[in-house]
C-alpha cells in the first residue's frame, strides 16, 4: 500500500547516511495515504516507513531494505501511472507523458521563470529533454495536440462527428469502448499522416497497457479482434479519413509554431538538452515500439546542407527544415559558447508589455543570447495578433542567427516590438 501510495520514482534514501528532508516528507506523505486505506494497520505502515528511510535494523539489513524499497517503488510507479493510468484516462493525451501529471495543463510564465531560475542556480547541466525511447508519443504529436486545449469546442463538434461516422465498424458488442476510441482519435490527430499498422500497433498495445478488457498476459481475442476491425474500418473510410487530414491542416500552423518554441526553449533554458534521435526534425512518433524505427539521417544531412547554403523554410510548409533550422543553430550556438549556458551563465527574465504579453516567452542568456518564442499560438490569433506588444531587449545590437534579421537599438531604445521580432520566423534567437 505505501508502494502504491508513493508519488514518485523513488525516495533518493542512501543507507548510512541521513535522510534528506524532501525524502521524510514523501514517505511521510504516502504513510498518511497509506493509513486512511488501512487504518488497522497504522503500526505497521509507520514501521515500514522508517525502514524505507533507514532508520532501522542492522547496518546490511538496513541497507538491503533502503535499496530493495526504491528498486520497486520505480516499477510500481511505472506500471501503475503510466503504463496503466495513463491508457485509462485519455482526456488530454497530451498530459499524459512520463513524469508529467494529467491533472495539471501547464504554468504561467512567472512560474516558468522561476523555475528555470532555480535549475541555473541548482542543476545548471542537468538534462533536459522532450522526446526519449520511453515517452508515449514524439514531442511534436504533443505539440500538436496542445492545440486542442484552445479549440475545445470545436474538437467536441469534431470528434462527435467522426464518432457518429464510425459507428459502423464498432462490432455488436460495442467495441471499442468509448475510452479507447476517444485515445484513438486524438492520436490520429496527433500522428498524422500514419498508416493503418502503425494505428493498429498502437491502438493494440494501449487496450493492452489499460488492462480493461485485455492485456499482454490475458487478451481477450474478441475484444482484440473488434478492435483491430475497427480501426481497419476507420482507415478504409476514405471521407472519414479526409476529414481527420482536414482538420489536422487546420491547426497546423498553431501546432508548427509549438513545435518550434518548445525546441528553442529545451535548447536554451538552463541544463544540458538531449535530442533523442530523429528530434532534430519533425517527431510524430508514438510509443515504443514505434519511436524506434530507423531515422533517415541523409535526408536529415540533406536538409542541413540545404539550410547551411541559405534556404529559408516555411514552417507550416516544411516543419522538418524549420525544426533543423532551430536545432542546429541552438547546438551551435551551445558548441561555440558554452559558457553562455552552462554553470558559469546567467538566466534572465524577459519582461513583455502589450496587449498580447502573456503570449511571449522570453529570457536572456549570460547577456549575449535572447530565446523568443510564443504561447498559445491560436489564442493569440484570435485575440487579434502582436498589436503593439513590445519586449525589453538587453542593450546593444543583436542579430536574429534564425533568419539572419538585425536589431539595432539605441541605448535608450530597448524595447522591441514583437510583431517585427518574429515578422519572418515563429521563434527568434538572438544573439549580440
Known sequence: EILVAFPVYRAYVHSGEPPPQASVQLLDEAANVTRTCVPHRAAEVDLVRDLALGRYGSAGARAEFVTRFQQTCGPVMAKGVEDTAFYRWPRFLALNEVGGNPARFGVGTAEFHARN?????????????????DTKRGEDVRARLAVLSELPDEWAATVREWWTAAAPYRSTAGWPDATAEYLLWQTLVGA?????????TYAEKAAR?????????????????????????????????????TFVNRIAPYAAANTLAQKLVQLTMPGVPDVY?????????????????????????RQLAELDAGARPAPASDLDAAKLLVTSRALRLRRD?????????????????????????????????VAVAPRLPLGLERAGGWRDTTIELPPGNWRDVLTGARQERAAQQTALPVAELLAGFPVALLVQ
Open 277 to 301: 534521435q530523429g528530434t532534430e526534425a519533425g517527431a510524430f512518433s508514438l510509443v515504443d515500439p514505434d519511436n524506434r524505427r530507423p531515422v533517415d539521417f541523409d535526408r536529415l544531412r
Open 117 to 133: 531560475a532555480e535549475r541555473q542556480r541548482e542543476w545548471p547541466v542537468g538534462m533536459t529533454a522532450l522526446s526519449t525511447h
Open 337 to 369: 559558447h558554452p559558457e553562455w549556458f552552462d554553470a558559469r551563465a546567467t538566466y534572465e527574465p524577459l519582461v513583455a508589455y502589450g496587449p498580447a504579453a502573456a503570449h511571449v516567452v522570453a529570457f536572456a542568456r549570460a547577456g549575449h543570447v
Open 209 to 245: 497497457e489499460a488492462k480493461r478488457h485485455t492485456s499482454w498476459t490475458d487478451p481477450d481475442p474478441e475484444y482484440d479482434d473488434a478492435l483491430r476491425a475497427f480501426v481497419g474500418g476507420v482507415f478504409a473510410d476514405a471521407p472519414l479519413m479526409q476529414r481527420v487530414a
Open 192 to 200: 498524422w499522416p500514419l498508416d493503418v499498422e502503425r494505428a493498429w
